[in-house]
């Protein structure tokens, strides 16, 4: 996500690994945490941040962010990682089935001129079915997490301080991220469920928490997608 009004300076990095080369016990010496963090649930999380957005408006948005996953749903069917055609293009396609409502309207709030960057997303290909197919998922999990937090530590480092924001999504379940000179990530948050399209009402009462978290990173933050 960038911001046309910031002016940002350009540095060269002092490390000479990339995120994704660098190994898991490399990334928690520098991180100074353990990878496997516990998640805090999403509510404590969001508690002291004000949205700064009329209750109505996010209501509305929630709408829209809805009525996109369904039609989603409706065209292509239900997407779940453990299918074998399910690919980058799919993760890619909720995430910004989600983030467009919430973005144009954060943008109507506050006049910040921001736009939506498409970078490489951090996509596992190789599941399979057999004995192995755990163990893959949570090393791509943790790879997730591996590059997310070491992208928001130099975020913050980079720009003097402050929090900034970052998600990891498999499209249809994401973590929110802070970092503060502390990291937090919360719980996990569904964003689908098999019988959505008949239950409006449970969508938006269980599990549009996701908008809030969105608006909230944009209102108080910098923030990052992995």
């Known amino acids: 996500m960038t911001d046309d009004n910031t002016n940002q300076k350009k540095q060269k990095s002092k490390w000479a690994t990339s995120y994704s080369k660098m190994t898991i016990p490399e990334a928690e010496d520098r991180l100074g945490i353990a990878l496997a963090l516990r998640g805090t649930p999403v509510k404590t999380m969001l508690e002291g941040k004000s949205i700064n957005a009329g209750k109505e408006g996010i209501l509305q948005v929630k709408e829209k962010v809805y009525d996109s996953l369904v039609r989603q749903i ?29 973005l144009r309207y954060f943008r109507q709030q506050t006049g910040r001129d921001l736009h939506l960057r498409r970078e490489k997303e951090i996509v596992a290909v190789d599941f399979a079915t057999g004995g192995m197919e755990e163990f893959k998922r949570k090393r791509f999990l943790l790879e997730a997490r591996k590059q997310c937090f070491l992208l928001l530590k130099d975020m913050r480092d980079n720009n003097g301080g402050g ?27 569904e964003i689908l469920f098999d019988t959505m399209d ?29």
């Open 163 to 189: 929090s900034v924001y970052g998600f990891i999504t498999t499209g249809d379940s994401w973590r929110i991220v802070s970092y503060d000179g502390t990291f937090q990530m919360s719980e996990k948050m």
């Open 74 to 102: 409706e065209i292509e069917g239900y997407p779940t990682e453990a299918d074998p055609d399910f690919k980058e293009a799919n993760i890619t396609d909720l995430v910004i089935l989600i983030m467009h409502p919430i």
């Open 198 to 226: 008949d239950d409006k009402e449970r969508w938006m009462k269980d599990y549009s928490i996701l908008v809030d978290c969105i608006y909230a990173a944009l209102s108080h933050g910098g923030i990052a997608d992995s």
